[in-house]
């Protein structure tokens, strides 16, 4: 199995985990839902369904692929030969999938984004966005780009294919000359990127109540449904229960610690999302506009911000809008390779096929789902799939669906089929302490009844919303 490769040491470890970890929606949706119910009192809750159930499902996941050095499908297998949970695992193969074919899409609109910046040409309609601002509405004219952009045929395709081709040069080199090397730069620099962003917008007049929309903690906008969006945000963000945890997992060294990983990587993930908020929030605030979550605050707000700066200073509009929009093609892109060396390391392990040889058939499927998804702006939007469009129904189905079976599927698994020995033999090993031993106590009980019953939870409230 050694051909598989390995992550030289626990930071790539680390890096590669949080690169997959910190993705879109620590940028576009943690900000936003933060704000809207209570800041400071929603990050509470969100530190706490961190703690006390993503952290277990981490180590779940993880364990699972590193004590079997197999993906999903390969580590059900050997860890509970002749049973049907193999099958149940892969499901978590397709899920990340579904997900690859429209984060690829988004992915894509940022590679757009990204040349236009580069090109200056924000605002093509700087004079549109001014007398729509004078008329109070701010953005008017972004929004209008972007809608005309996404609906358009062919222009996101080329660049879904860009981002998608991007994804499987990476994968193609492999666990250490592609994936571990990739992310060992990108993780890093994508802090740097976003604290630079960070203290830009801070500096902003007006951005207090940017800061204040963020942290004042709020208990009383802090509803039932605030308490499973943040519980949900945390899956999401964390990645979990779509295997990439677990395949990621499969690469480490046997030495390296699956504790410290999950906890840095559930650390660091915390930290740029709240970054990402006080690079956000102020700017939007300071711009004296609604904040919103989705597409519409990455490709319509900051454009209006940029071009309402440009007026002032070419230049520096310029060098931030190249930073902002290099920071969410990183971010985009340390997440989705993740996603598709899943279904590249099944090929590899289960079917014997050549990396080159999966890259191109999962790229390819890939591809016409994310067709389909980016045609759902334009002209297939009138193709309805359970009231949704293709692309919401891909990501519907995927992130309040799939990746709660699979974390469900993964707590169990662990805590009820598995050997304990094989738990306990990566947390709290013989010769321990007795504080080890404790913890291992502590997540062994979260791992078989507090997990599964708060995903449970989560998964019927899903169904019924
Ligand atoms: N964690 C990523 C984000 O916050 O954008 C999303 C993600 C990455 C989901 C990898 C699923 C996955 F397999």
């Known amino acids: 199995m050694d051909n598989r490769g390995t992550f030289g040491s626990r930071f790539t470890a680390t890096m590669a985990m949080a690169g997959s970890a910190i993705g879109l929606g620590n940028i576009w949706r943690f900000p936003y839902i933060a704000g809207k119910y209570g800041g400071g009192a929603f990050i509470i809750v969100y530190l706490l369904s961190a703690v006390f159930i993503c952290v277990p499902i981490f180590l779940s996941e993880s364990i699972i ?18 049973s049907r949970w193999k099958w149940l695992g892969l499901i978590t193969v397709i899920t990340p999938l579904i997900i690859l074919s429209y984060y690829s899409v988004v992915g894509g609109w940022s590679v757009e984004y990204l040349f236009k910046a580069v090109a200056q040409a924000f ?6 966005a001014a007398a729509a601002s004078v008329a109070g509405a701010a953005g008017a004219a972004e929004r209008a780009e972007f809608a005309s952009f996404i609906s358009s045929t062919w222009k996101p395709i080329i ?33 740097v990127l976003i604290v630079v962003i960070m203290f830009y917008a801070i500096s902003l007049p007006g951005a207090q109540a940017g800061i204040n929309y963020l ?4 208990f009383s906008k802090l509803t039932a449904e605030g308490v499973l969006s943040a519980m949900g945000q945390a899956f999401f963000s964390l990645s979990l229960g779509v295997g990439t945890i677990l395949t990621y997992a499969s690469y480490m060294r046997k030495e390296d610690s699956i504790l410290a990983t999950g906890c840095f990587t559930a650390g660091f993930d915390l930290i740029f999302a709240m970054i990402a908020g006080f690079a956000i929030m102020p700017a939007v ?12 605050l990455i490709f319509e707000t900051l454009p209006y911000i940029f071009t309402v700066m440009g007026e002032q200073s070419p230049v520096l509009s310029g ?8 920071t969410i093609l990183f971010a985009a892109l340390t997440s989705s390779i993740s996603m598709l060396e899943v279904g590249v390391s099944y090929l590899v392990d ?22 389909l998804c980016s045609l759902s702006f334009g002209p297939l939007s009138g193709v309805n799939i359970m ?11 995927a992130s309040n669906f799939l990746m709660v079976l699979g974390s469900l599927l993964f707590v169990l698994f662990a805590g009820w089929k598995m050997k304990k020995s094989i738990l306990a033999d990566e947390i709290a090993p013989d010769g321990s302490s007795s504080v080890k031993i404790t913890l291992f106590k502590i997540l062994y009980f979260l791992i078989r009844y507090v997990a599964p019953l708060a995903i449970i939870v989560i998964f019927i409230t899903n169904l019924l919303m």
């Open 65 to 82: 692929g590193k004590s079997t050095r197999l993906g999903t499908f390969g580590a059900m297998r050997t860890l509970a030969p002749g």
């Open 123 to 128: 605002g093509t309609g700087a004079a549109g």
């Open 159 to 191: 660049a879904h294919s860009i981002f998608l081709l991007a994804n499987a040069l990476v994968v193609l080199g492999g666990v250490k000359k592609g994936i571990e090397k990739f992310t060992k730069i990108t993780t890093p620099v994508l802090f």
């Open 215 to 218: 942290v004042d903690a709020d």
């Open 285 to 296: 605030f300071a711009a004296g506009i609604e904040p919103g979550a989705g597409p519409g």
């Open 319 to 326: 060098c931030v809008s190249i930073l902002f929009f290099l």
């Open 350 to 371: 289960e079917k014997n096929w050549s990396r080159g040889k999966a890259i191109l058939i999962v790229c390819t499927g890939c591809w016409l789902l994310g067709i």
């Open 387 to 397: 009231g949704n469009s293709i692309f919401d129904f891909c990501d519907k189905l």
